[in-house]
């Protein structure tokens, strides 16, 4: 079946520092691969994406690369913000399927 | 933008009483879905509807129903609340079906019951 394995959270690092959030995933045929991100008190809202294996999704500064070989789709940023704290949810979505397939969500806190 | 909004952003019922969460979006997408959020679960999705008074079932539907009477309004029901029901509800839409397509969230519905 189809799944999403994301890092274990809660990640807390301080301000300006490098933000890796892992992601593996398994899937039948070739999905696409989100990111959302859910700031407190608010729904789900799109962060990047990609469709296709080798493209590099990017938006706020953040960036994820589709790898086939290694399936996974690792966010990263190169110097966090406090306004970055919020949940980020890895998802898949597989042709014909019509759903989206989430991980577990990693919170991230930033400290001043 | 597109806008997704849900009825009550908190809720609080009794066991065993009939739940109606709503959700409606302006920008006349194809579908709608119904997900539920638990912590170190995820999203897990309930229902979700590609058309007018067309549905199917996700991954959890045991427990609940869903109504999509007019496009722009996907409603899911509790026939009979139970305490295991008490999660934070999200609804979404999309523009078409597709895998490479972009869901839009409503702010959630958080229910309690008791």
């Known amino acids: 079946g189809n799944s999403v394995t994301q890092m274990e959270g809660p990640v807390t690092l301080s301000e300006e520092a490098f933000l890796t959030i892992n992601c593996t995933y398994t899937?039948?045929?070739?999905?696409?691969l989100f990111w959302y991100v859910q700031y407190p008190g608010e729904g789900l809202q799109l962060l990047l994406k990609a469709t296709k294996a080798d493209d590099k999704g990017s938006n706020k500064g953040f960036e994820a690369t589709y790898r086939k070989e290694t399936t996974s789709f690792h966010l990263e940023k190169g110097s966090v913000q406090v306004s970055d704290s919020a949940v980020y949810f890895c998802?898949?979505?597989?042709?014909?399927?019509?759903?989206?397939?989430f991980g577990q969500g990693t919170r991230l806190t930033i400290n001043p | 933008d597109v806008k997704v909004t849900q009825s009550s952003r908190y809720l609080v019922k009794r066991t065993g009483e009939k739940v109606f969460l709503e959700c409606v979006q302006d920008m006349d997408h194809e579908n709608m879905f119904w997900y539920r959020q638990d912590p170190g679960l995820g999203l897990r999705l309930i229902y979700f509807?590609?058309?007018?008074?067309?549905?199917e079932k996700g991954d959890i539907p045991e427990g609940y129903s869903v109504s999509r009477e007019k496009k722009e309004r996907f409603s899911l029901i509790l026939e009979s609340a139970s305490t295991n029901q008490t999660s934070m509800y999200l609804c979404a839409s999309s523009l078409q079906q597709g895998a490479s397509e972009t869901q839009y969230f409503g702010p959630g519905t958080r229910l309690l019951v008791l």
């Open positions: 998802a898949l979505s597989v042709q014909g399927a019509q759903k989206l397939v």
């Open positions: 509807s590609y058309d007018v008074k067309m549905k």
């Open positions: 899937a039948t045929g070739y999905p696409s």
